[in-house]
């Protein structure tokens, strides 16, 4: 398969201008003539939705949620960066580019990341206009915050709330256009397949997840803006509801899977604290511009703290090791987020962690307070302090905080090109769901800017060019691929009803997220992710012999609901352990123990892996195949990332 | 800590419904609510019995999902706190908790504690929003907004539509949720060119979905997770009256 990215040809900066103009345009007494299905409602997708919908185009939108605006990225806190350069500080479209693909580590597409930074303009000005409350100086103009070790001030914010005020001015685009009768709007309904005729991809079979009625819905094109799979590890920053099968279901149809194991592990959310735990908070990064990182010098002291007999305060100063700044002197607590997430770890492993559990390091905010006073640290981080003490019972003012990393955001998914499209002719990947932008790692801020991009601005322009050479398909839910599809949903369904065993969804998810953790996590040995791969195959086989879903199709079953999803985890749990097995190097969140310099930070293989992986499913049980594409970078020069 | 727990059990709209109830042993008090009712499920699951549906997502205060009237107060004992952020340290050993869903006639129950909200996405869809397509619109920095503003539209705007102050009130009266977007829309410079049309269209609506009158008794303020004001009531009472004495719709 030749995995043909699409990327314009000429300069850098003039590649998207001009291939909106070569993209063929559908003329608007046409438009209406197209049918659209976009799955997912939230940055991506409704931003994706709303926007088609005001050109004319009939779009269908589904989630599964009971309302559009209840998507994960409403949950998003810190901010969203655009190359306003408002604050006169040397900003520019070429400098967020460039930090954005040093960011990921040189795994990124340049074509991909210079539109992105250039459109990033536009989102904000887009926002302000629907009337999204951003945080603004006395002024009256917009305020910004320098944010993931920018040396700019880029960040535009709400508060700690910045994804939900986006979210819900995306949800309102939205909404007119329900009223406008331009979207016709599918809640509590999941996509479970892809129904694919003539190779091109028309249409999907979901589930109403209130009557279990299985339906069927024809298109031209199908979009996909799903979010991520960091549930695949049970325990992350996602939301309960967040999961991959829409996307992996594609996969099963055809589209590769890119970069399954480049997952975000965030440094700063609160441990776990038991068995019982259902899923981890996020703090934001910014906390770490004011907040020490340190766990005691022994592990004597650290037993001490964990059994109760002593805390935090009781540390003297110079029992301290703020490891941070010891060993990165010139970033301190502020290096990258997969590099302070690694140094955790190592405090941990080495004995000196704190908390019960001994999985956690302090964040400490005594010394902004003695500088700065408390009502100025009240001022910036109040409300994450609240929730802080809400979650914990801790009072971050007194003690300091404690904290660990989390899987927070998977800059892996499905393939697509310059346009967005995946290998299936009429299928798109949009925002977290494909694998574009962000490289082996991303940025702070960037996830927000990246799903509206690509739904404001990418889609309308590249989806028209593939419709224009699609005219006089007609859409019949009766053709037999779509008779095929349905079987499939169904029996896979009554599959999972009738195995009647003795574990419970949750029980091997739970089991599936360990293995991944322990295993796929922070770091990776190709040992361990040998044994892993085992381990993944024979939890799926008990599995599909042992688990107990109860109650009938027919009703609202959200233990069914969760069994479907934590099928598919189980086979893409297999394929990102696969695919970290494969890249022998490490670069960005990927970290292989092998692959490290002398003093233990990422060693990348640029002559061997500066490429895309991007895997096709062969068959349930069987080897994926791996495709390559090459990453060529013409502008900006490959070099190892220091924070020393 | 060991709890009784008496929870509405009903299996769909249609059905009457009446309260179950459960012991739980050895919880936490460091567990959330929700992953208490995870622990009851599990215990149910083994059992052979239905578990207990909830709406929930994201489980830190923000979806909006989680709706669960608990002791006769939406989203629990604490102020300012959404079920999925409330922690069983609010309870005591040996505590008996009576858990129901919201209830208002313009949220039909669903199933167990699941109700349909889709009467919020209706009222927003008759108005709530700014009529701008994607593209076309000024720099950002070319409609400045007053800091106070600005800020007073944002307190507004961190609704999360739970629909507690539905709940909560004894006329089951969505004015504070309807209100929100009122006061943030019209706050603000570029929502001023529809303020009237969108008041009067949004409180149609509003009546329409079977809510209730509002007679300011600021229980839905009180319950509020995200402490939305009654401020913006007040401010939305004079855009209506404002807007029916000098009606844009000519």
Partial sequence: MNLDSKIPAGPLAEKWTKHKFNVKLVNPANKRKYEVIVVGTGLAGASAAASLGELGYNVKAFCFHDSPRRAHSIAAQGGINAAKNYQNDGDSVYRLFYDTVKGGDYRSREGNVYRLAEVSVNIIDQCVAQGVPFAREYGGLLDNRSFGGAQVSRTFYAKGQTGQQLLIGAYQALSRQVTNGKVKLYTRSEMLDLVMIDGQARGIITRNLITGKIERHAAHAVILATGGYGNVFYLSTNAMGSNATAAWRAHRRGALFANPCYTQIHPTCIPVSGSYQSKLTLMSESLRNDGRVWVPKTVELAEKIRKGELTAIDIKEEDRDYYLERRYPSFGNLVPRDVASRNAKMACDEGRGVGPTGLAVYLDFADAIKRDGRDTVEARYGNLFEMYEKITGDDPYKLPMKIYPAVHYTMGGLWVDYNLMTNIPGLYALGEANFSDHGANRLGASALMQGLADGYFVIPYTLGDYLAGNMNTKNDITHPAFDEAEKGVRDTINKLLSIKGKRTVDDFHRELGHIMWEYCGMSRTAEGLTKARGMVRKLREEFWTDVNVGGTNEELNMTLEKANRVADFLELGELMIVDALHREESCGGHFREEYQTEEGEALRNDDDFAYVAAWEFKGTGKDEVLHKEDLVFENVKLTQRSYK | ?250
């Fill in chain 2, 1 to 250: 800590m060991n709890l009784t727990l008496n929870v509405w059990r009903q299996k769909g709209p249609s059905d009457k419904g009446g309260f179950k109830t459960y012991k739980l042993s050895d919880i936490s008090e460091h567990m959330s609510f929700l992953e208490m009712i995870d622990v009851l499920n599990e215990q149910l699951l083994r059992g052979g019995e239905e578990p207990v549906h909830f709406d929930h997502d994201c489980r830190e205060g923000i979806c909006g999902s989680c709706s669960m009237y608990i002791n006769g107060r939406a989203h629990g004992p604490q102020q300012l706190t959404a079920t999925c952020q409330l922690h069983m340290r609010s309870f005591k050993d040996g505590d008996t908790i009576t858990v129901e869903p919201w209830r208002a006639k313009a949220f039909p129950v669903v199933k167990d504690l699941v109700v349909d909200r889709s009467a919020f996405d209706r009222i927003i869809q008759a108005g709530g929003y700014v009529s701008v397509n994607t593209g076309g619109v000024p720099d950002a920095n070319e409609i400045p907004v007053p800091k106070k503003i600005a800020d007073e539209a944002f307190n507004a705007a961190t609704c999360i539509s739970c629909g507690a102050c539905v709940a909560a009130c004894k006329n089951a009266s969505a004015m504070l949720f309807v209100s929100a977007k009122v006061s943030q829309l019209a706050l603000l410079p570029q929502g001023k060119v529809e303020r009237k049309t969108r008041v009067e269209k949004m409180a149609a609506q509003m009546d329409l979905e079977g809510f209730g009158a509002c007679s300011n008794t600021g229980a839905c303020t009180a319950e509020c997770p995200k402490g939305i004001s009654q401020d913006n009531i007040a401010r939305m009472n004079r855009e209506y009256f404002g807007a029916k004495f000098t009606s844009d719709n000519v």
